[in-house]
C-alpha cells in the first residue's frame, strides 16, 4: 500500500496570508502545507480522500494520473472546494460521473455547492459529474477493504477510514478533522501498521485534537507509526518533530509511505 500526503495544513494553509512569524517564513519546506488530503493506492487502485482548495497543484506535484473511488470525510471548505478540478479525472475514467462516498451532510454539501455536476454523465468532455452516495460501513472491493466510522467535528461528523489491502494484509487508519476517536474508532484501527491522526496544534481547540490529545490517541491504538496531519502555523516543523515520542511523526506535502 502506498500514501501520498497530497496536503497537511488547516484551513488556512502555511504560509498564512499576511503572516510574518517563524514557521510561516521558515525556509524548511516541510513548514509549506497546503490544505489535507491524501491518496492511497491499494494493489493498484487509486484511492482520493478530499480534494483541498489546491488539489490540481498537489496533484501535478505528485503526478497523480489516476484516481477510481473517491472520498469526501466532510463537507467543510479546505476539504471539498478542490473537487471541481476532479473534471479531469471524469475524462480519464470514460466521460462517466464519478462516485462521491460521503456523509449525508457531505452529499448535502456536495449537491449544494455543486449542482451543475451532480449528473450521470459531464454534459461535455472537460466537466465534471459526481455521483453522492452513502459511505457504507465497509466497502467490499477486489483490491482490499475500506472501513469507515464517523468522529465528531464541531457541530458535523467526519469519516474516519480504515484501509485494508487484500493481498498484503496491511492496514492504514486515516482519521482526520476530529475531536476525539470514538471507541469503535480505536477498535478499527487497532493492528494497524500506519495511523494517520488530526494533530492541529500544541494547544487544545473545540472541534480539532490538539497534538498531545493525538499522542494519546495513537497510545490507546498500538499503532507501529503514527504520523500527524492537518498542522497549524503554531507548528514548527523540526523541533516539533524532534521532540515527539518514538513512533509518531509529524506528516509534510509531499511525504511517501510504503507499507
Not at 198 to 203: E, N
Not at 205 to 211: A, D, G, L, N, R
Not at 244 to 251: E, N, S, V
Request: aromatic share 6%; with cysteine.
Amino acid at each position: 500500500m502506498e500514501v501520498v500526503f497530497l496536503g497537511t495544513g488547516t484551513s488556512q494553509g502555511v504560509p498564512m496570508i499576511a503572516c510574518d512569524c517563524d514557521v510561516c517564513t521558515s525556509d524548511d519546506p516541510r513548514n509549506r502545507r497546503s490544505r489535507t488530503s491524501v491518496h492511497v493506492v491499494m494493489d493498484g487502485l487509486h484511492i482520493q480522500v478530499d480534494a483541498a482548495p489546491e488539489f490540481r497543484l498537489q496533484c501535478l506535484r505528485e503526478n497523480i494520473r489516476e484516481l477510481d473511488i473517491f472520498i469526501l470525510t466532510h463537507g467543510h471548505a479546505d476539504h471539498i472546494t478542490g473537487m471541481d478540478d476532479l473534471r479531469r479525472f471524469c475524462d480519464l475514467i470514460g466521460g462517466r460521473a464519478l462516485t462521491v462516498y460521503t456523509t449525508d451532510e457531505g452529499m448535502r454539501r456536495v449537491q449544494a455547492v455543486f449542482p451543475y455536476a451532480i449528473a450521470e454523465r459531464p454534459v461535455s468532455k472537460g466537466y465534471a459529474a459526481f455521483k453522492p452516495v452513502a459511505m457504507p460501513a465497509a466497502l467490499e472491493l477486489p483490491q482490499g477493504t475500506i472501513q469507515s466510522t464517523l468522529l465528531p467535528h464541531g457541530g458535523v461528523e467526519t469519516l474516519g477510514l480504515v484501509f485494508t489491502e487484500r493481498s498484503s494484509g496491511k492496514k492504514l487508519a486515516y482519521y482526520t478533522d476530529c475531536k476525539c476517536l470514538t471507541d469503535e474508532a480505536i477498535a478499527l484501527a487497532k493492528g494497524a501498521d500506519g495511523v494517520v491522526l488530526d494533530g492541529l496544534r500544541p494547544q487544545p481547540h473545540p472541534s480539532h485534537m490538539s497534538i498531545p490529545e493525538a499522542v494519546a490517541a495513537a497510545h490507546k491504538i498500538g499503532a507501529a507509526q503514527a504520523w500527524l496531519t492537518h498542522l497549524t502555523h503554531v507548528t514548527d516543523h523540526g523541533p516539533t518533530d524532534a521532540g515527539l515520542p518514538t513512533g509518531i511523526k509529524l506528516a509534510y506535502d509531499g511525504l511517501r509511505l510504503m507499507l
